[in-house]
């Protein structure tokens, strides 16, 4: 269900990490920025301003996230607020670990990994379902509060919600390829979503 007409919103993926250099799954795990990930952080702050003025700038509790959304927030004087229902799919026994290893390790799980893929349930771990639902929870209450709003999560945050609130499906297959620390925006305006901006 949307909500009221006029509601502005931004999504930015967080900037270039450790663990995405090193080509691991990391869906919890805390890694920081590298260097090229702050450099990101600033482009994206220094835009900000040309696509919404928000009330309000929510973010994941994980470094990686904060770190992108701190120099966005302080363009308009103010703080990131931190909610654990905005990290990334939690990849349970595959945490921290590189692709090629879980290739050698899980040899199975990760050729059904690659057939389902936004289905699939990471080993004691999550999948894209149960990250919508707590990413929306989020959403839903956080954009209830003001008429807008910059959001800066992780990859399967942006993706699920934005297939969610686009197409009624979190599922769907790679609806929406966030890059590193690139402003999507969109509005929902008398009930719809219109997307603006994407990856800019």
Excluded at 25 to 32: A, I, L, Q, R, T
Excluded at 33 to 60: F, N
Excluded at 96 to 124: C, H, S
Aim: proline share 4%; with cysteine.
């Amino acid at each position: 269900m949307f909500h009221n007409k006029g509601k502005q919103i931004v999504f930015v993926r967080h900037g270039q990490s450790v663990y995405n250099q090193e080509y691991r799954f990391y869906g919890w795990s805390d890694p920081e920025l590298t260097d090229l990930g702050r450099e990101q952080a600033s482009e994206a702050a220094a835009k900000i301003r040309d696509y919404i003025t928000p009330d309000r700038v929510i973010c994941s509790d994980l470094k990686r996230a904060y770190d992108t959304a701190l120099p966005i927030a302080r363009v308009f004087d103010l703080e990131p607020v931190k909610f654990e229902g905005l990290r990334e799919i939690k990849n349970g026994d595959w945490e921290a670990i590189k692709v090629d290893d879980v290739k050698k390790k899980y040899p199975e799980l990760f050729k059904q990994f690659l057939v389902e893929q936004k289905t699939f349930t990471f080993p004691n771990g999550e999948n894209y379902f149960d990250v919508y639902k707590r990413a929306r929870k989020v959403f839903d209450e956080q954009l209830e509060l003001c008429d807008s709003m910059i959001l800066v999560a992780h990859y399967g945050v942006i993706d699920s919600l934005l297939s969610g609130i686009f197409f009624g499906n979190p599922t769907s297959k790679n609806a929406f390829l966030a890059r590193n620390a690139k402003i999507i925006k969109f509005e929902i305006v008398d009930g719809q979503a219109i997307l603006h901006y994407f990856n800019v």
